[in-house]
């Protein structure tokens, strides 16, 4: 084919200032600059080219005769890629590039990146041939969304995809995971509960919270002495030595009338403990006195002389003899001798039986005196 005769119309017209494209447009959209192309050394092999806006002012400028807008020519033919045997106009793709369409998205495989994608005419994120589908409309594409149902997470994080990954409380634990979450300190109730800390002041294992003696390691509880004073009950008779007074003595918790370490029996119920009765079996003595214990002080003739002691007793009966009605038995006076008279007694015989002794010892020193 014979080239025709071109006529080169420089083309000097821009879009605007700011955007030095040429007004003839080309490209899908109509977004790309038309522009003759001269080769150097080969004028007429004139080219029309679809390109980039940014790249007009360099041919402009660099190539002697190139201009905006379609290459004109004179003469009958209507060829306008004349050295291009298979296109007779630029098309989308200029002269010399064919505007195959492999896919047939309508976009020419010169513009299309992924040509073999009839989806899609640029990896976008996902790649050609995966469909950049945002499922949620988080604005991640599903095939890097770990998460595509959820709109608010693009990966499962801690808590998955379907609990957010909250912190309410910023201490670094999701709420998913923190049984406490308004409660920076604790993730976990423990025992005291999210509101009150694990504080353990005496060391001894217990919370305070539960600690009725927090500062006593060896307390839990007051106990019977209160804290800091250990319940220790060293006699074991169920008191604790804080509160009982004769600590080494299990008998007792106070020392009572005799003291810790004595009880204070009262054998003879005279209400004198025999710690201090010495006369312990004798109820109406607590000390022996001139007759001894179990023998009454009594003078019964007033001669003062008790009655243990005097011979000569107040009170003779009809025989001459005196009459010892009180002790239990009589005295003749005629020999001296000994009679025993229980009628009036009152006292045990056991007493008696004392007093009949005492009786014959006064007898044998009145016999004694009587013979001097």
Do not use: Y
Request: some cysteine.
């Amino acid at each position: 084919m014979l080239a025709a005769a071109i006529v080169l119309t420089p083309q000097t017209s821009w879009a605007s200032p700011e955007n030095p494209g040429c007004l003839e447009r080309c490209g899908v959209e109509g977004e790309k600059s038309l522009l003759c192309h001269l080769p150097k050394g080969n004028p007429q092999n004139a080219q029309e080219l679809c390109i980039a806006d940014a790249a007009v002012d360099a041919h402009l400028k660099g190539d002697e005769g190139d201009h905006c807008g379609a290459c004109e020519v004179q003469g009958d033919d209507d060829d306008l890629c004349p050295n291009d045997s298979e296109k007779t106009e630029p098309g989308i793709c200029g002269c010399g590039v064919a505007d195959t369409d492999g896919d047939g998205d309508g976009t020419p495989d010169c513009n299309d990146l992924c040509s073999d994608d009839s989806g899609k005419t640029a990896p976008g994120a996902c790649g050609c041939g995966v469909a950049d589908t945002d499922g949620d409309e988080d604005g991640t594409a599903d095939c890097v969304d770990d998460c595509p149902d959820n709109s608010g997470k693009t990966n499962t994080g801690i808590c998955g995809c379907d609990t957010a990954d909250a912190d309410a409380d910023s201490d670094g634990t999701p709420d998913c995971n923190d049984l406490c979450p308004e409660n920076p300190d604790k993730i976990e109730e423990g025992v005291c509960g999210c509101g009150q800390a694990e504080s353990d002041s005496d060391g001894d294992e217990l919370p305070d919270c539960v600690d009725a003696c927090p500062s006593d390691a060896a307390k839990t509880g007051p106990g019977a002495c209160g804290c800091g004073v250990a319940d220790t009950d060293s006699d074991g008779d169920g008191t604790s030595d804080c509160n009982d007074d004769c600590a080494s003595d299990p008998a007792k918790v106070n020392p009572g009338a005799c003291g810790c370490g004595t009880a204070d029996t009262n054998s003879d119920g005279d209400d004198s403990p025999d710690c201090a009765d010495n006369c312990d079996s004798d109820p109406a003595k607590v000390n022996p006195g001139i007759c001894g214990c179990g023998f009454s002080d009594a003078d019964g003739d007033g001669n003062g002389t008790p009655d243990c002691n005097d011979a000569t007793l107040a009170g003779g009966d009809d025989d001459g003899g005196a009459s010892a009605g009180r002790a239990g038995f009589r005295v003749s006076g005629a020999g001296c001798t000994l009679i025993r008279d229980d009628r009036s007694s009152s006292l045990p015989p056991a007493a008696i039986a004392a007093m009949l002794a005492t009786a014959s010892l006064a007898i044998g020193a009145s016999r004694r005196l009587i013979k001097d």
